[in-house]
């Protein structure tokens, strides 16, 4: 059996960090960590699909489906089916490390609000 090694590639990011475990066209692979009192942007996907596992840490989540807003809070191995068109944005209660499945859409991603001086960008 074959296997092909490589090395994850980590990206800095104001809220900590991606490391991005596998990369193909049909999927991604990332390990989020927020920092404690961090956040991402308040966004959405048109097209990119994802589901999140906590793998540590706590999080809260805001989160906006067909006009109706919510806010839940992620305890170590909840999961989170995240849907194209689903407002979302991950709030760091404690430094958190976030387990990220998706499709391949890494630019795909509408700001609505940022901390950070991000809104309206894409990337």
């Not at 092909?4 to 960090?17: D, S």
């Not at 919510?70 to 170590?76: A, T």
């Not at 890494?106 to 960008?121: F, I, M, Q, T």
């Amino acid at each position: 059996m074959n296997q092909i090694l490589h090395t994850a590639e980590v990206v800095k990011k104001p809220w900590g960090y991606e490391l991005i475990w596998a990369h193909t066209d049909r999927y991604v692979g990332k390990v989020l960590h927020i920092t404690k009192g961090e956040s991402l942007s308040y966004q959405y996907h048109r097209v990119k699909d994802e589901t999140i596992r906590l793998l540590s840490g706590i999080m809260d989540m805001d989160l906006e489906t067909n006009g109706t807003e919510s806010k839940i809070r992620l305890n170590p191995g909840d999961c989170l089916h995240i849907v194209p068109g689903m407002k979302h944005r991950m709030k760091a209660v404690e430094d958190c490390d976030v387990l990220e499945v998706s499709t391949p859409e890494l630019d795909d991603v509408v700001r609505l609000e940022d901390r950070y001086g991000r809104a309206g960008s894409q990337t």
